[in-house]
């Protein structure tokens, strides 16, 4: 793995070793391990968009692994207007170890990845979100899901972070269904991708049935960043398809409630759920930390003995 643009970039054993290497890293970290296999290293930060939980979990990944990160925002470094993606990968390749990402336009992270000589990483596109995806799934089988077997629903658009995130448990082996309104379904080419793979993957109008037996229940916001103007639209479409106590209670008992974060509370997910017993959403977000350093250690070549 050269860079990390897609979850579809994973195997079913890349993304266990990543996860092995994440556990490591995690319990060296909170065992008071403070070794720096990324010293003298530099990981530029490009955001076209705001973020809480990636640009910290990256660079405060960075910096535990001993390293630096150089924050640049879109409009600052005018990442396509002042400067093409393929000029600002060129340049910083010669000043920097890695590349992180988080951009409008899919596209711009692979022109990044296309013309960088050094690694590349997504960290949110209009089509992508891998490194949530793979914090998602170490969470659950560090809560002992067999990812094999178990049963996930979506429940809402078919977005970025459902591309990632059905695409990754598909690969692990998990039965998947998509509950979203139509027109809303995840894009046909993700969908035809998991199918030829063998993945199992069923989309439904039901979200009841979707939440139906369900070990897994994930949910994210109707209108992601960049759809502002579709706000009013989505929310009609999307009314019935709010995670609450109602939906919960179709799935399993012990039915666990993921959502990436940030929520619009009271929209996709009920103050009830996102805050009760079943959800995990704050180990999600923890665990971006420490599967990212895990991803960052790999692409730059760092070594899990120096930590
Ligand atoms: N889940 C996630 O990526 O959060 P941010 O948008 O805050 O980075
Ligand atoms: N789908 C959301 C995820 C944010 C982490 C968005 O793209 O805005």
């Not at 910096?63 to 002042?82: C, F, H, M, N, P």
């Not at 799935?251 to 666990?256: H, S």
């Not at 805050?275 to 665990?287: C, K, R, T, W, Y």
Request: hydrophobic letters at 45%; charged letters at 20%.
């Amino acid at each position: 793995m050269r860079h990390f643009l897609t979850s579809a970039d994973l195997t079913r054993d890349g993304a266990l070793t990543l996860f092995q290497l994440t556990a490591d890293l995690k319990h060296r970290w909170k065992a008071g391990r403070r070794g720096a296999p990324l010293a003298g290293r530099t990981l530029a930060l490009i955001f076209e968009k705001p973020s809480l939980r990636t640009r910290v979990t990256l660079e405060v990944g960075i910096i535990q692994l001993g390293g630096r990160a150089v924050y640049l925002s879109g409009a600052e470094i005018g990442l396509g207007t002042r400067e093409s993606a393929p000029d600002v990968a060129r340049n910083l390749s010669r000043w920097v170890d890695g590349i992180a990402a988080r951009v409008y336009a899919h596209a711009t992270v692979e022109a990044l990845a296309r013309h960088a000589t050094v690694p590349v990483i997504n960290g949110l596109s209009d089509f992508e979100h891998p490194c949530q995806a793979l914090a998602d799934f170490f969470t659950l089988s560090e809560r002992g899901l067999d990812l094999g077997a178990m049963r996930l629903a979506w429940i809402g658009d078919g977005n970025n972070v459902c591309h990632s995130v059905i695409q990754l448990g598909a690969r692990l082996g998990a039965s998947i269904v998509v509950a979203c309104p139509p027109g809303y379904e995840p894009d046909p080419r993700v969908v035809d991708a998991i199918r030829r793979h063998g993945g199992r993957l069923e989309i439904t109008e039901d979200a009841s049935r979707a939440a139906a037996g369900a070990d897994v229940i994930y949910t994210d916001v109707w209108t992601s960043m960049g759809q502002e103007a579709e706000r009013a639209r989505r929310q009609e479409a999307f009314s019935r398809y709010q995670v609450n106590e109602t939906i919960v209670g179709f799935a399993k008992p012990a039915v666990l409630v993921m959502h990436c974060l940030p929520a619009h509370r009271g929209e996709e997910i009920t103050d009830a759920v996102l805050d009760g017993p079943h959800s995990i959403v704050l180990d999600q977000a923890e665990n971006r930390l420490h599967v990212q350093k895990a991803v960052i250690l790999t692409l730059l070549g760092g070594s899990l003995d120096d930590v």
